[in-house]
């Protein structure tokens, strides 16, 4: 197992006004953007666009906020 390495993706950001529901599973080096909602259960593997609502799983956009 030490032979595999180790592989580090990057931090999670999370933007300012972000709604996250229950359960959200968040991958290493995923950005979570400004106005976003994250469903409850959803499994997020690639950055959220601002002002949109995802779910899933992986997690895609369901339709965009109005700003």
Not at 35 to 60: C, E, F, L, Q, W
């Amino acid at each position: 197992m030490v032979e595999q390495g180790f592989y580090d993706a990057g931090p999670i950001t999370i933007e300012d006004d972000v709604w996250i529901g229950a359960r959200v599973t968040i991958l290493a080096g995923v950005t979570i953007g400004t106005g976003s909602i994250i469903g409850a259960g959803s499994v997020v593997t690639k950055d959220v666009p601002r002002y949109s609502i995802v779910a899933g799983n992986p997690a895609k956009v369901i339709r965009y906020r109005k700003n």
